[in-house]
């Protein structure tokens, strides 16, 4: 059975983009395929960035109990689907979870082996500027996002690590989380748990 590794972090921290890297990087790693009801952003596919489901498909599912953790996000359903988890985790050493604090939470309620890590941005304002930058928002949703990801940052200190993802220093944010991740496989019990 694989290590399953959730990766949080407020909307703009480069999220997708850490872990693009850590499964280039590590020889039997992969990006878990998550569901969403959420129009595709530029680049996305369908089936292989994420699982585009209609909302009464995902509300059935939800019903069905076919989630181990779902919740509603800026109008969205966002979801990671048991069945293709298990077998993701059958066939990997490594899968990466993208999901947020309550999908975390939900986890940690089920009992779900996990390793933690919550990606910090280096500011409120260098967080604006990347979802400012990002495009397809308006002022006032981007203002939304920025409060939410105040809430989420404090309430992120249960998190196993916490890393911090400075502009300009991907390289150095990855090589953090592979530490951390050589050590999760190699103990049961972390010994420093914050990596700022």
Do not use: C
């Amino acid at each position: 059975m694989g290590l399953l590794v959730v990766i949080s972090g407020p909307s703009g921290s480069g999220k997708d983009t850490v872990i693009a890297h850590l499964v280039k990087q590590l020889p039997d790693a992969i990006r878990f395929v998550t569901s969403n009801t959420r129009p595709a952003r530029p680049r996305e596919i369908s089936g292989i960035t994420y699982h585009t489901l209609a909302r009464e498909e995902f509300e059935k599912k939800i019903a069905a109990g076919d989630f181990v953790e779902s919740n509603e996000h800026f109008g969205e359903y966002y979801g990671t689907e048991k069945k293709l988890l298990e077998q993701d985790l059958a066939k990997h050493e490594i899968v990466f979870l993208n999901i947020d604090i309550p999908g975390r939470d939900t986890l940690v309620s089920k009992q779900i082996p996990h390793t933690a890590i919550y990606i910090l941005p280096e500011s409120l304002e260098a967080l604006t500027k990347r979802i400012t930058k990002r495009g397809g928002l308006t002022p006032e949703q981007v203002n939304d996002r920025v409060t939410s990801a105040k809430n989420e940052i404090e309430a992120s200190v249960g998190y196993d690590y916490r890393v911090t993802n400075h502009e300009g220093r991907l390289d150095e944010t990855v090589a953090k989380i592979r530490e951390i991740l050589a050590y999760s496989t190699h103990s049961a019990s972390p010994l420093d748990k914050k990596a700022e």
